[in-house]
T-cell receptor, first 116, second 110 residues
């Protein structure tokens, strides 16, 4: 069974630009969550999508947005990039959303975004 | 969301057993305890999950005392490739998605 895939793996952008990252969950998984990881802040939750609906949202500005398609693939978008947005962006998929305490998240390899 | 406390770092040598203890004093009745492993520039990888007593799989063991206010991840006979950050998470699925904490950096030396 293929794991979670993320594209692109590496990205370099300049301040003010926007970026779109893509995530394909494990086949059959309907929940996709996004995280930002930086050395200073650790791993922080951005948002979760389930059945094309945003179910949970972390404490990030509106410049960070996402969506999920009918095939469960998800994209996240960051507009008006800032230097502080440089981070490893991780996507995780799970079978169900929220309600199952034993539900395991499976992470992709991440997209390394560098903002110059 | 139950707050967790883990040591910042631990050092070990190849072939030794590594035990990482996580404190979670305000764990709720329905909360599970989950451990993830993360290598540099990779996504976290699920290691083990438990609710009480002891859970063992091919990678690790998880010991949870009766009061469930702490848990210990045990990695038997570590190798250099076990050098990673280990995260302890406590809560229901939709809770632990909010915070992974700082984790414990385990360094295994030859």
């Amino acid at each position: 069974k293929a794991g979670v895939t993320q594209t692109p793996r590496y990205l370099i952008k300049t301040r003010g630009q926007q970026v779109t990252l893509s995530c394909s969950p494990i086949s059959g998984h309907r929940s996709v969550s996004w995280y930002q990881q930086t050395p200073g802040q650790g791993l922080q939750f951005l948002f979760e999508y389930f059945s094309e609906t945003q179910r949970n949202k972390g404490n990030f500005p509106g410049r960070f947005s996402g969506r999920q398609f009918s095939n469960s693939r998800s994209e996240m978008n960051v507009s008006t990039l800032e230097l502080g947005d440089s981070a490893l962006y991780l996507c995780a998929s799970s079978l169900l959303a929220g309600s199952t305490s034993t539900d395991t998240q499976y992470f992709g390899p991440g997209t390394r975004l560098t903002v110059l | 969301l139950a707050k967790t406390t883990q040591p910042v770092s631990m050092d070990s040598y190849e072939g030794q057993e590594v035990n990482i203890t996580c404190s979670h004093n305000n764990i709720a009745t329905n909360d599970y305890i989950t451990w993830y492993q993360q290598f540099p520039s990779q996504g976290p990888r699920f290691i083990i999950q438990g609710y009480k007593t002891k859970v063992t799989n091919e990678v690790a063991s998880l010991f949870i005392p009766a009061d469930r206010k702490s848990s210990t991840l045990s990695l038997p006979r570590v190798s250099l490739s076990d050098t990673a950050v280990y995260y302890c998470l406590v809560g229901r699925s939709n809770d632990y998605k909010l915070s992974f904490g700082a984790g414990t950096t385990v360094t295994v030396r030859a």
